[in-house]
């Protein structure tokens, strides 16, 4: 259902007039989500080293590196600072011109990315020398007339420094010499961009205030949901499983939030990941998971929720995030006499710990059912960090126990005393009782229910434990009295 080049494979001449002409809507894309700060992009030829430099500066690893060439396919965003300086770092996808759909794909965002760029690091490889590609490429970024340095990169050593010679020859008047993987030449680099950056702007970049990511199995339509939500084609998609390897970051604002939303790679079950770079973008895709503060978890509508969605959905629990499943490709599963209600039950039937998980229906091919996902991932954050008065958690503590006597455990009466809550994101309410190991599952669903309902709790989860002590119980009215173990004293 995601939408795709249609075209097959092949190679394709690509005219110059077509790339110079295309960073518009791309462009206007990478100045968004640079969030206000002046934009560095790397740019240069596939495999040239620009995402081990992008995680040296961005000073974390958040672009997949590898020897195989475009490895990166779309723009990584990340945060760096020098002499006093933020400013945003893009790395983009390699600068091959001419080739297969997905190739240009990569140049345009590259291309579109370096329109808006208020400095361009044009970075060549030291080991494999210059070439034509290179010099095309290299005119291109120069018709922007942005900032431009240009390094040489893979200089492990000042004895290789005579490499820099041949680079000359596209009419560069100064090249740095480089190594990203050793860290040679980074200063002299990190003070030329901070001496072209335009001059500080007096209001900072605001944080997000809720970071969403979205995860599912392969070609589920996440990246498709991705372009939908943020307006423009942030992420590449294609209907080739697998096409997202880094995590995408997208700043929007919706609602009066300021939102970043990450796309990951579909992830698999552990036996079908193929290949040591599919591994690396899952466990990236995991990471992501703990960086979020809400996981929108997308599934295949017309499938239905299958066992690797539920491993992903306990995944996601299990890392104490907020969630809200989108069941994408809703068009098609209509098509295929699917009825909402009939879905919503089927789901909670087979997996009951989903119960707490806001569904919503959307399709990314039609636009149906977008405009829903952010203001449930808003309830669901809201839910995740909410904190309650203690006298109010004792209120519903007595409602509860007037609705259902506490049950007998080895033979005792469970007794319920005190209630408190100890941590938010996710909430966290601890019981004070006579016992606190071997409670019945049914009377801790119970309670999680009761308090779900009352505290209006929506899309996170409720972590309850239980505490032995021996003081205070609370009575029918709410009332605290002592217990007849402590008048036993």
Known sequence: MDPGPAQGGGVRVVSRARYASSPGREGKAARALAGGLPAVVFVGRANAGKSTLFNRIAKGARAITSPIPGTTRDLNFGRASWAGR?????????????????????????????????????????RLGLSESDKEALSLVRETGCPLITIVNKIDSPAQEGRLAEFYATGAENLIAVSATHGLGVDLLMEEIAARLPPAEAEPARMPDLKLALIGR??????????????????IVSPTPGTTRDPVDVRLSAGGHEVLLIDTAGIRRPTRVEGELE????????????????VLLVIDATEGITDQDARLARLVDSSDRAMVIVCNKWDAAAKQERKIPAFVRDAQERFPFLSYATMVFTSALTGDGIGAIIP????????????????????????????????LVGGRRLNLMYVTQTASSPPRLRFFSNLERDIPAHYVRFLESRYRSALKLVGTPLRLEFRRTGRTFVGPKGAVKPSKTARHR
């Not at 001419?98 to 030291?126: C, K, N, T, W, Y």
């Not at 589920?220 to 939500?229: A, F, I, Q, W």
């Not at 954050?381 to 007595?398: E, I, K, P, Y």
Request: glycine letters at 10%.
């Open 86 to 126: 933020d400013f945003a770092v893009i790395d983009s996808g390699g600068l091959e011109l001419g080739g297969e759909p997905m190739s240009e794909r990569v140049v345009a965002e590259a291309l579109g990315a370096v329109g808006v760029a208020d400095v361009v690091v044009f970075v060549f490889d030291g």
């Open 279 to 294: 591994r690396h973008s899952v466990g990236r895709a995991i990471e992501t998971i703990r960086r979020a503060d809400v």
């Open 376 to 407: 449930a991932a808003v309830k669901a954050g809201d839910s995740w960090r909410a904190t309650f008065q203690t006298s109010m958690l004792n209120r519903v503590l007595a409602q509860a126990l007037e609705a259902m006597d506490p049950p």
């Open 218 to 235: 392969p070609n589920v339509g996440k990246s498709s949901l991705l372009n939908r939500l943020s307006g423009f084609e942030r992420a």
